[in-house]
C-alpha cells in the first residue's frame, strides 16, 4: 500500500528552523515529482515547494524563497524541507505529496499529486 509519513514539525521561535522529513513506502518515490503543502487555519491548502523526479527542477512560492528549501534522497525513498528564519506566519499543518510530471512542471500543480501524507504541525511562536 502506498504511503507518506511526515515527521520533524513542532515548536520553534521566529527565526528558528526546522526540517521535514516525508518517508515513501509502497512505491519508488524517485519516479515522482515530490511536492510539499500547508495549511493555516480558516485557509485553503497552499503549494510551498516541489520538485521534479527527471531533473530535480525546484519550484517555490515566493513567501519561503530564500527560507525554505526541498531536498530528496532517492536511495532513502525520502523527500525533505529545510525550514529556516521561520515567521509566525509559517503556522500550518504541512503536508508531503508526490505525483506524475505535472505535479512541478512551470509551478506547484496540486490536481497532479496522487499521494498525500497525513501532515504534521508547524507552530512558530515566542
Known amino acids: 500500500q502506498a504511503q507518506l509519513v511526515e515527521s520533524g514539525g513542532g515548536l520553534v521561535q521566529p527565526g528558528g528552523s526546522l526540517r521535514l522529513s516525508c518517508v515513501a513506502s509502497?512505491?519508488?518515490?524517485?519516479?515522482?515529482?515530490v511536492g510539499w503543502y500547508r495549511q493555516a487555519p480558516g485557509k485553503e491548502r497552499e503549494g510551498v515547494s516541489c520538485?521534479?523526479?527527471?531533473?530535480?527542477?525546484?519550484y517555490s512560492v515566493d513567501s519561503v524563497k530564500g527560507r525554505f528549501t526541498i531536498s530528496r534522497d532517492n536511495a532513502k525513498n525520502t523527500v525533505y524541507l529545510q525550514m529556516n528564519s521561520l515567521k509566525p506566519e509559517d503556522t500550518a499543518i504541512y503536508y508531503c505529496?508526490?505525483?506524475?510530471?505535472?505535479?512541478?512542471?512551470?509551478?506547484?500543480?496540486?490536481?497532479?499529486?496522487?499521494?498525500w501524507g497525513q501532515g504534521t504541525q508547524v507552530t512558530v511562536s515566542s
Open positions: 509502497g512505491f519508488t518515490l524517485g519516479y515522482y515529482a
Open positions: 520538485m521534479t523526479s527527471s531533473d530535480g527542477t525546484t
Open positions: 505529496a508526490a505525483g506524475g510530471p505535472h505535479a512541478c512542471r512551470q509551478g506547484i500543480n496540486y490536481d497532479y499529486y496522487d499521494y
